[in-house]
């Protein structure tokens, strides 16, 4: 239910909202939803505040391709590789969670895939 409210509403305005303090974005801390969206990169991907964390996707369906780093925004927040495989550093502030999170996406991260992530063609894709 949560994925389908927030794929309802543009990226832009979930950025918005958090800055604006709305109700919506209690779904996640609003500071570090914001310091998400100030990244161009991270605006790029489909953001999910959840249990505690931000998570970021490159498509906007389930099931989410869960393969780059996320900010687990308790007060301080830390930084995590995909799925808690590793923590990069903690202790950090929001921005420099968010800037922590860009620095470590893939060279080939751009914008989000509307939709589903694509099956691959064969195994080697």
Do not use: Q
């Amino acid at each position: 239910m949560i994925g389908r409210c927030l794929r309802r509403r543009p990226l832009r305005r979930l950025g918005e909202e958090s800055l604006e303090g709305a109700a919506t974005a209690r779904l996640g801390c609003p500071e570090v939803i914001s310091a998400a969206y100030a990244e161009p990169r991270l605006r790029a991907l489909f953001r999910l505040p959840s249990h505690g964390c931000l998570t970021f996707h490159r498509n906007t369906e389930f099931p989410w391709r869960n393969d780059l780093p996320f900010i687990a925004d308790d007060a301080p927040c830390s930084v995590y590789t995909p799925r808690y495989a590793e923590l990069l550093d903690e202790g950090l502030t929001p921005k420099a969670a968010a800037a922590l999170v860009v620095a470590h996406l893939p060279l080939k991260c751009g914008a989000a895939v509307n939709g589903t992530w694509p099956t691959p063609v064969s195994r080697t894709d």
